[in-house]
């Protein structure tokens, strides 16, 4: 029997990030233990919503708990211009039946992770807040963090601002800490989210395979992340998953790697020093290419095992 790799994601729902919890939750090789909610996308009252609607649509039992309403410092700033005003326009989910967690998420990742005789792994697809404060909250549970598998930043260039990827742009002092903690942390940046796209051909192939698949091509209609004409919608948060069940998918190195927090025009930019330049110790594995032919492979196959 496969064993499953215990991993808790945190996210910000998003339509990118309900590809990446389908993928996650009917992924044979993964157990998602539970369910973490945190404000970008849009606000929290609808990342949570989004996240409950998701875990009752898929038939799984998956605790849900909300978790930071807003960055450590900054002001608030949502991508809604890219997911919609609710984060999930386009399907009409019913309203979710099961309560929310009783603990937020800071405490209900704390009792997953300490309570669990397997190492947990930490599946951040959106700002970094709520694992800042875990964290620095509770230092004990990094003995019992296998990994961190991020999607955030870039070597290059933003999507957000010229200098800065939105993730680690709406709390880059939450992404600071994160990368200064001494925890195995695997970066999913814009290096390899921005090609692996799904193109026309994948998507239609979705569209026709079951529930899921027209639900998730419902929603790329409302979804302004790439452009199927040109290149293909693009799947960041989905490169988190791909690469905890197929991390052959990818190249990386291990580099150093920072994160600006001066407010201005480099405000989030993440330094990655490939060079040495700075003479750090790497603290990341930061990946730098995808087989995008494979990666759509890899999505179809897993949403054509779903049986409703």
């Not at 997911?83 to 979710?96: L, R």
């Not at 598998?149 to 800490?177: C, Q, W």
């Not at 994948?202 to 302004?224: A, P, Q």
């Not at 040109?230 to 998918?249: F, N, Q, S």
Request: proline fraction near 5%.
């Amino acid at each position: 029997m496969l064993k499953r790799r215990p991993i808790i994601i945190d996210t910000d729902p998003g339509i990118d990030d309900a590809v990446a919890i389908a993928a996650a939750v009917f992924c044979e090789s993964l157990d998602v233990k539970l369910i973490s909610t945190v404000s970008g996308n849009v606000s929290i009252n609808h990342t949570t919503k989004n996240a409950q609607k998701l875990i009752e649509f898929f038939g799984k039992d998956i605790p849900v708990a909300q978790g930071a309403s807003k960055p450590l410092i900054k002001q608030l700033e949502d991508a809604s211009h890219i997911h919609g005003e609710t984060g999930m326009a386009g399907y009409e989910f019913p309203e979710p039946t099961k309560e929310l967690h009783e603990k937020n998420s800071i405490e209900a990742m704390r009792d997953v992770i300490l309570n669990s005789e397997e190492k947990i792994t930490i599946v951040p697809i959106g700002p970094l807040t709520n694992i800042a404060l875990l964290l620095k909250t509770y230092p004990e549970v990094k003995e019992n963090i296998e990994e961190i598998v991020l999607m955030g930043g870039s070597s290059g260039r933003g999507n957000h601002t010229p200098a800065a990827e939105f993730n680690i742009y709406a709390d880059p002092e939450a992404a600071k800490i994160v990368f200064a903690q001494g925890v195995k942390i695997v970066v999913c940046p814009l290096d390899v989210t921005s090609i692996a796209t799904l193109d026309l051909e994948t998507i239609n192939k979705l569209r026709d395979m079951n529930k899921v698949g027209e639900m998730f091509y419902s929603l790329f209609n409302h979804y302004r992340g790439g452009s199927v004409s040109k290149g293909g919608l693009k799947m960041h948060d989905l490169t988190t998953i791909a690469y905890l069940d197929k991390p052959e998918l990818f190249e990386k190195v291990e580099t150093f790697v920072d994160v600006e927090t001066t407010p201005g025009y480099t405000e989030g930019f993440m330094i990655v020093d490939f060079r040495g330049v700075y003479k750090k110790e790497a603290n990341a594995t930061f990946c730098t290419e995808i087989n995008v032919e494979e990666f759509r492979k890899w999505m179809l196959n897993i949403f054509e095992n779903i049986k409703f």
